[in-house]
């Protein structure tokens, strides 16, 4: 079945390690997300691919980047992880059509980050 | 902010009553989404409904929206135990390089008791 794949699922890092979340996607969608969501709190977007167009939110911190290499696939690097950084960190995909019109986005399982 | 906020934060209903889920937000929008979150899981897309449409229905499910207001509502029929998740309200505004942005509110968890 088509679907959004993130790996791994649970992930627990050191303070101040570098992590790297990835999340792959057989729905040949054109946009992928990533959102941040901590207990009982909303998602957060952090930022999103439109094809190779990385478009970051305004208040996402320079701690978080992201790379897409190809249509399947996008990271998420947390170069120095706090720990305020724990939370689940979910993937989502979409597609934007020629009519500039956007559609609902499906989301992974997310990953569960713990920092020590 | 552009989020959708969600009322009530927490509802408890009996297996076979209604549940109405209500959600206002700020700004114009492109469209209005709502998703639902099992505990610890992902979101799954339940309806997208269009700033120029009024009413959509997909199965036991009914969503309205009111651009005027700018609210909308999610009705789910006849719930079961099973529907028992966090319900989220995510809007598309219409303004600036927002395309395919989607900002989310806090939810509304819904409790189904059998």
């Known amino acids: 079945d088509a679907m959004v794949i993130q790996n791994p699922r649970y992930q627990v890092t050191q303070f101040g390690k570098p992590v790297t979340l990835s999340c792959s996607q057989t729905?040949?969608?054109?946009?992928m997300y990533w959102y941040q969501q901590k207990s009982s709190q909303a998602p957060k977007l952090l930022f999103h691919?439109?094809?190779?167009?990385?478009?970051n939110e305004a208040d996402t911190p320079d701690n978080f980047q992201s790379r897409r290499p190809n249509t399947s696939f996008c990271f998420l690097d947390i170069r120095s992880p706090g720990l305020g950084d724990a939370a689940m960190y979910l993937c989502?995909?979409?597609?934007?059509?020629?009519?500039?019109?956007?559609?609902?986005?499906?989301f992974g399982p997310g990953t569960r980050l713990t920092v020590t | 902010s552009q989020q959708g906020e969600e009322d009530p934060q927490a509802l408890s209903i009996q297996e076979g009553e209604n549940a109405t889920m209500n959600c206002s937000y700020k700004?114009?929008?492109?469209?209005l989404q709502w998703y639902r979150q099992n505990s610890g899981r992902g979101l799954v897309h339940l309806i997208l409904?269009?700033?120029?449409?009024r009413e959509k229905h997909s199965g036991r499910l009914r969503v309205t929206l009111d651009t005027s207001k700018k609210s909308s509502s999610l009705l789910i029929t006849a719930s079961r135990a099973a529907d028992t998740a966090s319900y989220f309200c995510a809007t598309e505004a219409s303004r600036g390089s927002t395309l395919g942005r989607l900002y989310f509110g806090r939810g509304t968890q819904l409790t189904v008791w059998p």
């Open positions: 691919y439109y094809d190779k167009d990385f478009n």
């Open positions: 729905l040949n969608h054109n946009v």
């Open positions: 409904i269009r700033s120029n449409e």
């Open positions: 989502a995909t979409s597609r934007i059509d020629g009519l500039m019109s956007s559609y609902e986005q499906y």
């Open positions: 700004t114009s929008i492109n469209n």
